[in-house]
């Protein structure tokens, strides 16, 4: 059998997100889909991050066992014909037997996009978080230090039935505006559920003043979800990068 | 009666572009409805610029007669507040009498995007063209230069009843290459139908090898729509500014 892995990218509007639902339409079904019509296997699609729903992706990596004889460098051109447009294959190729697409990821960096003005603009409302009331930059850029590093992030962290280990390290955190936008990066070895969102958030109301920048300390440090920010909106998030 | 002009911000996807039609929906009805609903008057809103079906505007103009007594300053807040979220308005102020959106527009000014790149963006394929084959940028330079100034644009022009003048002034045309974009800007003393879209994509034919840059000459001395490139797909295209 071959261990085939693919990087895909998608457009989340229409998608009640990654994973597999019972009564709604997922990126997972959808590109198995695509593989069986290609293939003609009924193949269990491993992705590296379980995007949610209105989430975007600009580099998602999934894996998937297949006795197809289709080249790799053709596979993206198969799947992308029997795909809609809001899902494209860009790459595929044959990976080691022993590469899992969620549990060989070393690293995940994710993107969020904030436009910050009077009004909303229609042609990326379905692309950013719109924040009407100026946001404090340099009051944002200075709660950002205090998140780097390895923390319990027990407080920016939708709580669930899940009892992962809370403590992750991220690597790089930064934001940059651009006229009326703000680019949040981040990278991390790992993220709790909404975690992304959740710091985003948080930031948001540093930079509205709702928060001071050194309270992140003990928001951290209080491992309470409540004292954190809201949870941004999905639509402005996008999944950049899996590094192995 | 009260001049008032609006400046509106539309994603075109969903709309028959922005003139009326009577079994079509286009923005200029959906503005005129909610302007109903503000101000309980049927009014008859003059565009700066028809854009077609798919095309975008992040800066389109339009001015309407009007008794209504709300400040111009509330009146985008009311407009919006009943608006679908593809529409906004974003200024609105008193003019002059004798001011008109289209006839006292003295410059237009757009962009078209193209994303050029093997494989096609799901979270912009409404917003640009995709041209999956390389293109020669320093020949698209080279051919702009041929286009810029004053000239008979009837090569450049989708065919059809009006008889309008065929010379146009472009006092602006750049080009600029970043990442896997291609950003193009035209600013000119008006528009004969489809100029923009038709330039666009004579520039990509000469990207393409298909058309050579000097040969932009011997296209508009033809005044023949044919030895021109491929009318560019409307969802590339955005109303960008309307110069008074």
């Keep these: 059998m071959r261990n085939i892995m693919i ?3 998608y457009d989340g509007t229409n998608y009640h997100g990654w994973q597999y639902q019972k009564n709604a339409l997922t990126v997972q079904q959808v590109l ?7 293939t003609g296997e009924e193949v269990a699609l491993i992705g590296a991050s379980r995007t949610d729903a209105g989430v975007h992706a600009l580099y998602q990596v999934a894996n998937f066992r297949s006795s197809t004889k289709i ?15 809001d899902i494209v294959v860009v790459e595929a190729k044959d990976v080691e037997d022993s590469f899992h697409a969620r549990y060989s990821a070393k690293r995940k960096r994710y993107r969020y996009l904030i436009l910050n003005r009077k009004f909303p603009m229609p042609t990326i409302r379905n692309y950013s978080w719109h924040i009407s009331y100026p946001l404090n930059i340099g009051e944002m850029e200075k709660a950002i230090k205090y998140l780097i590093g390895t923390h319990d992030f027990s407080a920016f962290k939708t709580s669930g039935g899940s009892k992962t280990n809370p403590v992750r390290t991220i690597h790089d955190l930064v934001l940059k505006k651009e006229g009326d936008f703000i680019n949040i990066e981040i990278e991390a070895d790992g993220f709790l559920y909404n975690m992304v969102r959740i710091i985003t958030g948080t930031l948001a109301y540093v930079g509205l003043g709702k928060i001071k920048a050194e309270e992140v300390i003990q928001i951290l440090e209080s491992r309470d979800r409540k004292k954190a920010g809201i949870t941004a909106p999905p639509q402005g998030l996008y999944l950049m990068k899996i590094v192995y």
Aim: proline letters at 12%; charged letters at 30%; hydrophobic letters at 40%.
């Design 7 to 9: 990087v895909i990218e």
């Design 71 to 85: 080249p790799t460098e053709k596979l993206p051109y198969a799947l992308n014909s029997v795909l809609p447009d």
């Design 32 to 38: 198995q889909k695509a593989i069986k019509k290609v």
